[in-house]
């Protein structure tokens, strides 16, 4: 089946660092979306990509959709305390008979220090 | 408040127990979506509902049944489970009206525990 690969799994990081992380996949996508879960919640959405080659951006959050259509990073800038959680990503062939079957990355769990 | 609400929170149930958890969206949205999360492994999609009819089985074992009267609620009805059952169960909602079905929306989960 369609699999994502998310790295890094876990980041230990000082407050106001930069963080990148990735996900990559053999298949090609056509919607990628970026969510945060934190302890005890369901997760929320982040940043949705709909076109190859997309920069889109939510304050402190940037995300791109790879030019393959099979890869994006989220970067976040100058992180702080509440960044802390699990990040993952999800991609997805919307439309059609597809819609809403996400594929999910495994997670990258965020720590940060203040 | 993320228009996606589930019930219970936690549940603990026996091997040999009935119960049903319970999801209701908010947003108006016409498809509905149950989740598995366990640890350490990626989210598992396990049932569609596109205006109330079910349009995806992902190879659910039958102890699980899933319920939707309507767009706006969903059920997933458990019976007899095993303790590898145990995980969190997510709901998730989108909107199907621009032919996109995504992103979707989740609810907070139901943490269950098959003893």
């Known amino acids: 089946g369609q699999q994502l690969n998310q790295s890094p799994q876990s980041m230990f990081i000082q407050e106001g660092e930069d963080v990148s992380m990735n996900c990559t996949s053999s298949?090609?996508?056509?919607?990628w979306l970026w969510y945060k879960q934190d302890p005890g919640e369901g997760p929320v959405l982040l940043i949705a990509?709909?076109?190859?080659?997309e920069l889109t951006s939510n304050g402190r959050l940037t995300a791109q959709f790879g030019i393959t259509r099979k890869d994006s990073f989220l970067n976040i800038s100058a992180s702080i305390p509440s960044d802390v959680g699990i990040y993952f990503c999800a991609a997805a062939n919307a439309g059609g008979t597809s819609y809403g079957k996400l594929t999910f990355g495994q997670g990258t769990i965020l720590t940060v220090h203040p | 408040e993320t228009g996606v609400t589930q019930t219970p929170r936690h549940l603990v149930m026996g091997m040999t127990n009935k119960k049903s958890l319970k999801c209701e969206q908010h947003?108006?949205?016409?498809?509905m979506y149950w989740y598995k999360q366990s640890a350490k492994k990626p989210l598992e999609l396990m049932f569609v509902y596109n205006f109330k009819e079910q349009t995806e089985n992902n190879s659910v074992p039958s102890r699980f049944s899933p319920e939707c009267p309507n767009s706006s609620h969903l059920f997933l009805h458990l019976h007899t489970l095993q303790p590898e059952d145990s995980a969190l169960y997510l709901c998730?909602?989108?909107?199907?009206?621009?032919?996109?079905?995504?992103?979707?929306?989740f609810g907070n989960g139901t943490r269950l525990t098959v003893t």
């Open positions: 947003l108006g949205h016409n498809a």
């Open positions: 998730a909602s989108s909107s199907q009206t621009q032919g996109l079905g995504v992103p979707l929306h």
């Open positions: 298949s090609i996508f056509n919607t």
């Open positions: 990509l709909y076109k190859a080659g």
